[in-house]
């Protein structure tokens, strides 16, 4: 997922202004900054000499564990946060607070309504707090601490989390559950569609957006009446740690939601054990089909994306298609799941500056900066075989990149690549033998180019078609006719055009999300909220009266 557009130079400015507020603060307005009156850490302080710890919460409050896993620093290698890790047999505390709560959820339209103008206050004193410059670059810097990424990617994904808080603030939480009637066949008689939660719910997300992803689909279950469990990639858990201590300090229950650290097994474990009524789980794909042959299908899904671009036949604006290419693909060191992996170039857009200005652009990225950094899925060794192996197809070449970072301290259990492009001719890409290897989701700052002639639309489309993800993608052109062709013969949920049009975008102000699978979960949007959190409840009145002399009349 991610985030540039519209908005960044107004991010680019808060940034800005937060760093000249830093460095114009003395030392002990430094160390305030870093720690708001929520936090347990001071984000600066944290080391190996100094390590934060994270704690779970079940049952109202926050407890360690026996056992704790630590995590080391993405730029160094040194073990600098403690998680306390909760094993199989510490489980069930969570099963026992997860079944305390009934089917019918902690709120619904005939229960506990004032729970929901409870959460539009929470929200619009979350969102308060959160814009609070202290507040903002607490969880910016946090981020970049676990998730390395640039100061104005990392802020971003707490403008969007702020955006979202302020959107369902005051009575905006009811309107999600609003109901509709519809006239009966006689007098008395009504039909009425409620938006109803599931009750105990569990969400599972993953380490590239540890703020922006758990807490929009936590702030959405709570909304809708659900009491969830929240685990979070425990290399990032501690985003979500303070953010839930922010979130209780503007009024939401202990109780209202547990916390846990654990082990993918033991996790997988937990679910079995407490049944939640429906889970959330945004991923990679192959956790995903587990879970869902596991959960009988009660799941919903955000997962992996290798999602494309296609540049249409009019050529125009080109240093600003190669800045968007560039930050499609790389921004975030290429860890998003609406990253760019493959562009589809029409023949005019390949006789262009395109490939020269994307290379300059890419080349421009530094350790130093974090607009390019740690890759915390894939090694170098395994982003360079995938590489090796794609310039084993004939007619492939090397566009640029494909070299290790130097002169860095990034721990060999992470990647640290520059940024890469490899071209593969279309019609080898579209072989079987190399489809599945073509299409490959790298999570990292790699992608494949490809173009194709005037001729040859189908072909792009047919490869698209074999795609199994379908999650983001770009349509670039201005083109009405081209336009409608492509996206009349195409699926993926969040799809961009137009000649500004990008892959990667979860703002708060449109859906994320895949399509094509009934699983397929959104993000950002009350329709996302409602499809994810909520399902349809009909309860029909029928209240008489009887028709006058009404009488038994004979079976039927």
């Known amino acids: 997922m991610f985030r540039f557009g519209s908005n960044s130079g107004e991010l680019r400015a808060r940034a800005q202004k937060t760093a000249l507020a830093c460095l114009s603060s003395s030392l002990a307005h430094l160390r305030f900054l870093h720690s708001p009156s929520f936090a347990t850490v001071a984000v600066e302080d944290i080391s190996s000499s100094q390590p934060a710890e994270v704690l779970n919460l079940v049952q109202g409050k926050w407890k360690d564990s026996s056992s704790w896993n630590w995590v080391v620093d993405p730029l160094n290698g040194e073990p600098f946060i403690k998680v306390a890790d909760v094993q199989e047999a510490g489980l069930k505390p969570f ?13 619904n339209p005939f229960r506990a309504q004032e729970r929901y103008i409870l959460f539009g206050d929470i929200s619009a004193k979350a969102a308060h707090l959160l814009a609070q410059p202290e507040v903002s670059n607490f969880f910016t ?9 640039s100061y104005d990617q990392a802020l971003a994904e707490v403008y969007v989390s702020q955006k979202f808080l302020e959107n369902f603030s005051g009575d905006q939480v009811r309107f999600l559950a609003k109901s509709f009637a519809i006239p009966g066949n006689h007098l008395g008689q009504q039909s009425h569609g409620f938006r109803w939660p599931y009750g105990p719910v569990a969400l599972v997300t993953p380490f590239n957006f540890p703020l922006e992803i758990p807490l929009l689909q936590l702030m959405g279950a709570l909304y809708m009446g659900n009491k969830p469990i929240l685990k979070v990639d425990s290399k990032v858990s501690i985003v979500m740690e303070q953010m839930l201590r922010l979130l209780h300090e503007c009024g939401l229950r202990m109780e209202d939601v547990d916390f846990i ?12 054990e407490a049944k939640p009524r429906m889970t959330l789980f945004t991923g990679s794909s192959r956790i995903a089909e587990k879970l869902a042959f596991d959960l009988k299908g009660r799941i919903k899904l955000e997962d992996a994306g290798f999602d494309w671009k296609i540049l249409g036949p009019d050529v125009q604006e080109v240093e600003y298609v190669a800045w968007v290419c560039d930050q499609d693909a790389y921004a975030c060191s290429g860890q998003k799941c609406s990253a760019q992996s493959i562009l589809f170039m029409h023949e005019n857009w390949a006789a262009s500056e395109l490939i020269s200005k994307m290379q300059s652009l890419a080349e421009r990225r530094k350790l130093a900066d974090l607009t390019i950094g740690p890759v915390l899925t894939v090694t170098t060794k395994q982003m360079l075989e995938h590489v090796n192996k794609l310039l084993e197809i004939p007619g492939s070449k090397l566009l640029f990149g494909g070299q290790p970072l130097e002169n860095h301290t990034i721990p060999n259990i992470y990647g640290a690549m520059q940024p890469t492009a490899v071209f593969i001719p279309l019609d080898e890409i579209l072989k079987d033998t190399n489809f599945k290897l073509a299409t490959r989701e790298i999570f990292g700052p790699f992608q494949v180019v490809t173009h194709y002639k005037h001729d040859e639309l189908q072909k792009v489309l047919d490869a698209c078609e074999k795609m199994h993800a379908h999650l983001t993608a770009a349509v670039v052109s201005n083109d009405p006719i081209f336009l409608q062709d ?25 859906w994320f999300g895949p399509a094509g699978d009934p699983r397929g979960a959104g993000i950002g949007t009350p329709e996302a909220i409602k499809l994810v959190w909520s399902c349809h409840r009909e309860i029909i009145y029928d209240l008489g009266p009887l028709p006058p002399n009404w009488e038994t009349p004979s079976s039927t």
């Open 95 to 107: 099963v026992e607070s997860l079944s305390k709560c009934p089917k019918y959820g902690l709120h």
């Open 141 to 149: 810097r946090l981020i970049q601490r676990v998730s390395p990424k």
């Open 486 to 510: 492509v996206l009349g013969r195409s699926v993926n949920g969040t799809t961009y055009a137009g000649i500004r049009a990008r892959t990667t975008g979860a703002p708060q102000n449109h």
């Open 261 to 272: 650290n654990s082990d993918g097994i033991a996790m997988n474990k937990f679910l079995l």
